[in-house]
């Protein structure tokens, strides 16, 4: 989760040696464009999308993690990445994550790709690791805080468990701050 570097780059083509690079130790999570400075998109390399769920909960820049969700959901959008991969980073990521934007984001986001790119006979236990990580969000954020609230949307939109989410619509065993 430290920042190992920073490079500060106008890139004049689709490849560009970068000298100031030369002989620097490669961190395992390299974030291309982490200040959001550009319209350009990034792009991960394949061991930064291999660290991605060990080190995402561990960035603590708001905006490079929203950085780092980005250039996830536009890998999967482009068949770069297969969705299945958005689950590992969604269930260490998700629980920790205090921003309700990315929140919100990453929750519609990751729960729509799971839904609709995934094969119907993997769908289900996929879905329901999202609504744990929700379960887990919702459990550990203050009660009755919008944190709260977005774990308590992706339980109910991810989650298997039928009985539950009827008790909920009843009114009946809902999390704590979330009566009303």
């Known amino acids: 989760g430290d920042r190992a570097w920073e490079v500060e780059l106008e890139l004049d083509a689709d490849r560009v040696e970068v000298p100031e690079l030369a002989g620097r130790p490669v961190p395992r999570l390299v974030v291309p464009n982490a200040a959001d400075t550009t319209w350009a998109t990034a792009v991960l390399d394949a061991e930064s999308l291999a660290a991605l769920p060990a080190q995402l909960p561990q960035v603590d820049e708001p ?14 959008a482009e ?45 289900e236990g996929l879905l329901e690791a999202l609504a744990a990580a929700g379960r887990e969000r919702t459990a550990t954020a203050e009660p009755g805080t919008t944190t709260a609230w977005l774990g308590a949307r992706v339980v109910a939109g991810c989650s298997s468990d039928a009985e539950e989410l009827r008790r909920w619509a009843r009114g009946q065993d809902l999390p704590e701050g979330l009566e009303a």
């Open 63 to 76: 905006v490079t993690r929203a950085m780092l969700w980005a250039a996830l959901f536009d890998a999967v």
């Open 79 to 123: 068949g770069e990445t297969d969705p299945r991969e958005l689950v590992a980073p969604f269930t260490r990521a998700f629980p920790a994550e205090s921003d309700a934007s990315i929140l919100a984001t990453a929750g519609a986001y990751t729960a729509r790709f799971v839904r609709t790119m995934v094969p119907a006979a993997e769908r």
